[in-house]
């Protein structure tokens, strides 16, 4: 168990199994405490990936989605905090797979029902680990300030009402999430306020006692006093009488058992957790009251009473200038969201369109968050721009100088080539730019410029699963598929394509490692013994490079690389590539003012029909 502060403003936490509610009232408490960052760095939906838009305040921003645990902290490695959400049915598998991740310190537990054998192995690999485990069946904790759970303290008023936007000098835990509200409120009215207040949850087997976190709070220099509040069933106060008698705690603790109306009932009672069961005399609320009376705790004789002992207390720590009462101050106005603003007169309308590679709402645009001039003092490169624009991060430089090599080398393939006749067509024909380009553009495909994702794709489940090239090309043949990225019209055996040769002398040289590229190779060997002209082309070549540019640079996940050929970003260096070449032969038309296009058919079929 952690002996010192579990939060502060700058703790990050995951959010496991998206409710919109909880997150963007942890969003709105950070900014009511004035955070610089959100608390919530990311969220995890098992199975999805993208962006979820939230408020911050008064601005939109795109809180990360990943699709399992592991992604989501190594994309995140400073968020020590877990949230769970799952439902009891699964909050054993995804707590248990989260306190395994080494940057996790914290997990919170929120379903009720989780069943105690889970429970039990939860605990005990957190304490084996020194992690903490808050719940299961809590609201969560809070440290005012800087850091909530969830729902924990409830509604922002009641957040403003309680002044939990600035640390007080209390530190508080409870069993009853409930109850923590109404003690923050009376902390609120006759302290200076909460410092940090925590809710175990009310099951039989709590992942963190009272006395975990009173012994914690016992170290934290800003709390000054505690308060505690636990209630019949269990024996858990008992080892809270215990670190008391052992003078393991030094702060006054003021604490309260609830359930003393239990001895009225002829019957064994049940409360509302599942925990909170009379049995036994050492389990009622008397026993344990006087139990921590006996061993120096402040106890008053019913709940009703609780607050003016809470308040006694800290008059008598003021006085003796233990305690130097917090300034309060006003919070900053979170804004109302639209059905509450409706009603209000104030309106706060999301956005309907999120991009997540640049911004000009600052003073100057920004590329995937780097300044415009620092692209232009530190001399970034067009490929530079690419990898900010497309990749959302900025590669190194020789992933850069390979994309520019790639745009260089494919900028033009020729008049004769589909795309070029197209554009050469349309601009003869009287056509703007603009027309004459996409006439160009609407051409590629498969078999024009289009196939480098495919061969990358194919490529690169060949190699990953084993298939030798032999096996590779027989089984697309059985498939009636015809293999990406081999076979070229003019170049062959005797004819190597020029391109290819750099892109390959490039790579070799430059790359940490080309074995997608090398397979590329194996594969021509093979596909040459049966025709002279099914050499590697230079989408093929492309392809192959790509994947290993993606897979040794080490800055992509497995998905995103899935992703990024799945979505088509390699065919998107040929589209921009072509683009250069295709302005270049419409411009080339319009210098010549050459006569609207005939073809030579037309001539044909006039003599035939006149």
């Not at 989605?65 to 909050?91: E, L, M, Q, Y």
Request: glycine share 8%; proline share 4%.
């Amino acid at each position: 168990m952690a002996t010192g502060q579990l939060f502060s403003r700058t703790t990050q936490a995951l959010f496991y199994n998206y409710k919109q509610s909880p997150v963007q009232r942890m969003l709105d408490f950070d900014f009511l405490c004035g955070r610089e960052t959100p608390s919530v760095a990311g969220v995890i939906n098992p199975g999805s990936d993208g962006f979820q838009k939230l408020f911050f305040g008064q601005e939109e921003i795109a809180v990360p989605v990943h699709g399992s645990i592991p992604s989501a902290c190594k994309v995140h490695p400073t968020a020590d905090v877990f949230i769970n959400f799952a439902s009891f049915r699964s909050a054993y598998a995804s707590s248990m797979e989260a306190l395994k991740q080494s940057t996790i310190r914290v997990v919170a537990i929120i379903a009720e029902g989780v069943p105690e054998a889970d429970a039990k192995r939860l605990i005990a690999y957190a304490r084996a680990n020194n992690k903490v485990v808050i719940g299961p069946a809590t609201v969560g904790g809070i440290q005012a300030g800087a850091f909530k759970i969830g729902d924990t303290a409830g509604t922002l008023d009641n957040i403003i009402h309680c002044k939990l936007y600035r640390p007080g000098s209390v530190g508080f835990v409870s069993k009853s999430g409930g109850m923590s509200n109404e003690m923050y409120n009376v902390l609120a009215r006759v302290t200076d306020g909460l410092y940090e207040g925590i809710a175990i949850g009310g099951d039989v087997y709590p992942g963190s006692t009272l006395s975990d976190h009173v012994l914690r709070f016992n170290n934290i220099p800003q709390i000054k006093m505690i308060v505690v509040l636990g209630e019949l069933g269990g024996k858990d106060e008992y080892s809270l009488v215990d670190a008391l008698k052992e003078k393991k705690v030094s702060k006054p603790v003021v604490a309260w058992v609830s359930g003393t109306c239990a001895r009225l009932f002829k019957s064994e009672v049940q409360f509302g957790h599942a925990g909170a069961k009379s049995g036994g005399d050492e389990e009622s609320a008397q026993a344990k009251n006087k139990a921590l009376a006996d061993a120096g705790a402040i106890v008053p004789t019913s709940f009703e009473g609780l607050e003016a002992v809470v308040k006694a207390t800290y008059d008598s720590m003021v006085e003796k200038s233990v305690i130097i009462p917090v300034k309060d101050f006003i919070p900053p106005t979170v804004p109302e969201d639209l059905n509450a603003a409706i009603k209000s007169g104030k309106v706060r309308a999301p956005t309907h369109i999120v991009s997540t590679i640049c911004d000009d709402r600052g003073e100057e645009p920004t590329y995937a968050g780097v300044a415009m001039s620092t692209i232009i003092e530190k001399d970034y490169c067009v490929g530079d721009v690419i990898s900010l624009l497309w990749f959302r991060r900025s590669l190194p430089r020789y992933c850069t100088k390979f994309i520019e090599m790639c745009i260089m080398l494919c900028a033009d393939h020729g008049p004769a080539v589909s795309g070029a006749h197209n554009t050469i067509v349309t601009a003869r024909a009287g056509k703007d730019l603009v027309s004459s380009l996409v006439s160009g553009l609407l051409t590629i495909g498969p078999r024009f410029g289009g196939a480098i994702d495919d061969a990358a794709r194919y490529f690169r489940e060949a190699h990953d699963n084993g298939l030798s090239p032999y096996a590779f090309v027989e089984s697309m043949k059985k498939k009636g598929i015809r293999v990406p990225g081999i076979g070229h019209r003019i170049k062959s055996r005797d004819n190597r394509d020029k391109r290819v040769e750099l892109l390959q002398k490039y790579a070799r040289t430059q790359f940490p490692n080309v074995k997608y590229m090398e397979y590329a190779v194996t594969v021509e060997s093979y596909t040459l013994t049966k025709a002279n002209n099914l050499v590697l082309n230079v989408d093929g070549c492309i392809g192959a490079l790509f994947l290993d540019l993606l897979s040794s640079c080490a800055m992509f996940s497995k998905q995103e690389i899935d992703e990024i050929i799945q979505i088509g970003y390699l065919n998107g260096l040929f589209v921009l590539a072509r683009s250069i070449g295709l302005i270049g032969h419409t411009f080339d038309q319009k210098r010549l003012k050459q006569p609207l296009y005939r073809h030579p058919w037309e001539d044909v079929l006039y003599t035939k029909y006149t």
